[in-house]
C-alpha cells in the first residue's frame, strides 16, 4: 500500500505547515490553512516516443563565453498583438500562464489562434466538451485543420495523447481543473496546481514544446491558486477589459523572453476577437460639437503610442464632504493634482464634486497624461471647451511644473499622424525635431497652460 502523508497548505499563498494553526506565518491571513493528503507513489515519468522527431533536451555546464546567444526561432502565432506581447511569439519550451475575469475571452483567444496557427495544436479542455468548442470554432470561422481537441482533466491521460499525437503546441483549459494520480487530494487545490505544473514544465522544458495554460483568477483579481505558480511559469499574461465594453486588454505582468511594458488591444465581435491596429482611433470620441471636460492625452504603452480621451465633471457638490470618484486612473494621483490646482493655480476645487473618466474601459498609470487630467478639469469648472486638434503629453509637479517625460519624439508624431495641430509639452523636454508638421506649445508651469487654453 502506498505511503500516504498529511500536509497542512495556506489557500492564500501556498505556504506548508506541519500541523494546523490559525494564522498564516507567511501571508499573515487567518482561517485560511487547510489539510490535504498527498501520496507518496513512485512516479513513472512520462516518456517520450521512440519515433519522436523532437529530441529531448540534456543539459551540461558551459562557459559563459560558449552559450550561444543567437536569436532562437520563436512559433508565429499569426496574432500580431499576441506576438507584440510575447516578444515576438511562443518560445519552443515555455510555458505560459494567461489569466483573467471569466468570460472576458481566454478560451475564446486561444481558440482563435489554435485555429489559425500552421502548426499541430493540441488543445486539451477540462471545462467544456468537444461539442461545445465545435459550435464555438464555427462561431469563429477556423482556417486550418491542424487543431486537435481533447476534453481530459488527468495528466497521465494527457500525456499518452501527446505521445500518440506529437503536437507542436499544447494549450491547456485550464490548470485549476487539472489532477494527477500522484496527488490525493481535489483539482484545483494547492498540492494539485503545484504537481500539474511541475509535470507539464518537465514536459515542455525535455521536448521544446510550448505550453499555454489558461488560470482562474480570485475575486481580488490575483490568480488563484499558490504565488508559486507565477514564479514557476516563463511568461504571465493578463487578459482585462470590462465586460460592458467591447474592447480587451492584453498586458504581460512577467515574461523572461521580452518586454512586459507591452500591450495589446483586441475587439470583442460575435466572431471572435478582433485585432485592434491602430488603438488611438477607438479610443477617442467622434463627436462633432465641442463639449468642456474633455482633453485627449498621447501616452505610450511599452513601444506603441496612444492618444486617449480624458473626461472630467466638475460640479458643486450636494453633501458636506465633497466627492471624488476616478475610473481608469489612480485616485491618490487624482487627489495631489487636486491639491497642486489649490495651491499652485488658485483655483478653489476644495468644495467641488471631481469625477474622472478615461474613455474605452482601459486603465492607464502612465504620469504623462497628467497634463490632460489637469486640462480637462480646469475645462469643465470653466465651462470651456478645449479645442479637437489639441492635445497634451507632460508630467505636472508637486510645485505646479510641468515636467519632462520620456519618449516625447514617439508621441509627437502619433499626434502628427492623427491630425492634431498643437501639442503641449514641457520646455525641459530635448526635442530632436522642433520643425515637425504639428506646432508644438512648450510650457513650464501651469499658469502657461491656463493663460493659452482659456485666456
Same mark, same amino acid.
Given at each position: 500500500m502506498a505511503k500516504t502523508k498529511t500536509i497542512f497548505f495556506c489557500q492564500n499563498c501556498g505556504a506548508q505547515y506541519a500541523k494546523w494553526q490559525g494564522q498564516c506565518t507567511s501571508c499573515k491571513e487567518w482561517n485560511t490553512i487547510a489539510e490535504e493528503v498527498v501520496q507518496k507513489a513512485s512516479k513513472n515519468d512520462w516518456k517520450a516516443p521512440s519515433t519522436s522527431t523532437k529530441e529531448r533536451r540534456v543539459s551540461k555546464p558551459l562557459k559563459i563565453s560558449e552559450i550561444d546567444t543567437s536569436h532562437e526561432a520563436r512559433y508565429n502565432t499569426d496574432d500580431s498583438e499576441l506576438n507584440r506581447v510575447l516578444g515576438g511569439g511562443l518560445v519552443p519550451g515555455s510555458l505560459t500562464l494567461l489569466g483573467g475575469e471569466p468570460g472576458i475571452?481566454?478560451?475564446?483567444?486561444? #481558440?482563435? @489562434?489554435?485555429?489559425?496557427?500552421?502548426?499541430?495544436? #493540441?488543445?486539451?479542455?477540462?471545462?467544456?466538451?468537444? &461539442?461545445?468548442?465545435?459550435?464555438?470554432?464555427? =462561431?469563429?470561422h477556423s482556417k486550418t485543420d491542424n487543431c486537435l481537441i481533447l476534453t481530459e482533466t488527468k495528466? %497521465?491521460?494527457?500525456? /499518452?495523447?501527446?505521445?500518440? *499525437?506529437?503536437?507542436?503546441?499544447?494549450?491547456?483549459?485550464?490548470?485549476?481543473?487539472?489532477?494527477?494520480?500522484?496527488?490525493?487530494?481535489? !483539482?484545483?487545490?494547492?498540492?494539485?496546481?503545484r504537481e500539474?505544473? *511541475?509535470?507539464?514544465?518537465?514536459?515542455?522544458?525535455?521536448?521544446?514544446?510550448?505550453?499555454? +495554460?489558461?488560470?482562474? @483568477?480570485? &475575486?481580488?483579481?490575483?490568480?488563484?491558486?499558490?504565488?508559486?505558480?507565477?514564479?514557476?511559469?516563463?511568461?504571465?499574461? %493578463?487578459?482585462?477589459?470590462?465586460?460592458?465594453?467591447?474592447? =480587451?486588454?492584453?498586458?504581460? +505582468?512577467?515574461?523572461?523572453?521580452?518586454?512586459?511594458?507591452?500591450?495589446?488591444?483586441?475587439?470583442?465581435?460575435?466572431? $471572435?476577437?478582433?485585432?485592434? *491596429?491602430?488603438?488611438?482611433?477607438?479610443?477617442?470620441?467622434?463627436?462633432?460639437?465641442?463639449?468642456? $471636460?474633455?482633453?485627449? !492625452?498621447?501616452?505610450?504603452?511599452?513601444?506603441?503610442? +496612444?492618444?486617449?480621451?480624458?473626461?472630467?465633471?466638475?460640479?458643486?457638490?450636494?453633501?458636506?464632504?465633497?466627492?471624488?470618484?476616478?475610473?481608469?486612473?489612480?485616485?491618490?494621483? #487624482?487627489?495631489?493634482?487636486? !491639491?497642486?490646482?489649490? &495651491?499652485?493655480?488658485g483655483f478653489r476645487l476644495g468644495a467641488k464634486d471631481v469625477f474622472l473618466n478615461i474613455t474605452?474601459?482601459?486603465?492607464?498609470?502612465?504620469?504623462?497624461?497628467?497634463?490632460?487630467?489637469?486640462?480637462?478639469?480646469?475645462?469643465?469648472?470653466?465651462?470651456?471647451?478645449?479645442?479637437?486638434?489639441?492635445?497634451?503629453?507632460?508630467?505636472?509637479?508637486?510645485?505646479?511644473?510641468? /515636467?519632462?517625460?520620456t519618449k516625447v519624439e514617439q508621441r509627437i508624431q502619433e499626434a502628427e499622424k492623427l491630425g492634431f495641430s498643437t501639442i503641449f509639452v514641457s520646455k525641459y523636454n530635448k526635442i530632436s525635431n522642433p520643425d515637425s508638421g504639428i506646432n508644438i506649445q512648450l510650457v513650464g508651469k501651469i499658469e502657461d497652460v491656463v493663460e493659452y487654453l482659456f485666456g
Open positions: 475571452g481566454k478560451s475564446t483567444l486561444l #481558440l482563435q @489562434i489554435s485555429l489559425k496557427l500552421p502548426y499541430k495544436t #493540441l488543445y486539451v479542455s477540462g471545462e467544456e466538451s468537444q &461539442k461545445q468548442i465545435k459550435m464555438r470554432a464555427e =462561431r469563429i495528466t %497521465q491521460n494527457i500525456f /499518452r495523447q501527446i505521445e500518440a *499525437t506529437e503536437p507542436d503546441i499544447v494549450i491547456i483549459d485550464s490548470i485549476q481543473t487539472l489532477h494527477s494520480d500522484y496527488i490525493e487530494s481535489s !483539482a484545483g487545490s494547492i498540492s494539485q496546481i500539474c505544473t *511541475t509535470e507539464l514544465i518537465k514536459f515542455a522544458k525535455e521536448t521544446a514544446t510550448p505550453v499555454i +495554460l489558461i488560470g482562474h @483568477i480570485t &475575486k481580488d483579481g490575483n490568480i488563484a491558486g499558490p504565488k508559486i505558480l507565477e514564479h514557476m511559469v516563463d511568461t504571465v499574461l %493578463q487578459f482585462e477589459g470590462d465586460r460592458n465594453h467591447v474592447y =480587451r486588454i492584453l498586458r504581460a +505582468l512577467k515574461n523572461r523572453f521580452g518586454s512586459t511594458s507591452e500591450l495589446g488591444i483586441y475587439e470583442m465581435l460575435g466572431s $471572435g476577437l478582433r485585432e485592434v *491596429t491602430n488603438p488611438s482611433e477607438i479610443l477617442i470620441s467622434k463627436k462633432e460639437e465641442e463639449l468642456s $471636460g474633455t482633453a485627449i !492625452a498621447a501616452t505610450v504603452e511599452g513601444m506603441r503610442p +496612444l492618444m486617449i480621451e480624458i473626461q472630467a465633471l466638475v460640479s458643486t457638490a450636494v453633501y458636506g464632504t465633497p466627492q471624488r470618484s476616478a475610473t481608469g486612473y489612480n485616485l491618490k494621483r #487624482l487627489n495631489m493634482l487636486l !491639491a497642486v490646482l489649490e &495651491k499652485r493655480a474605452g474601459g482601459i486603465s492607464v498609470d502612465d504620469p504623462a497624461i497628467d497634463l490632460a487630467v489637469v486640462a480637462a478639469i480646469l475645462s469643465s469648472n470653466e465651462d470651456i471647451p478645449i479645442a479637437k486638434d489639441f492635445c497634451f503629453a507632460a508630467e505636472v509637479g508637486l510645485a505646479g511644473e510641468i /515636467r519632462p517625460i
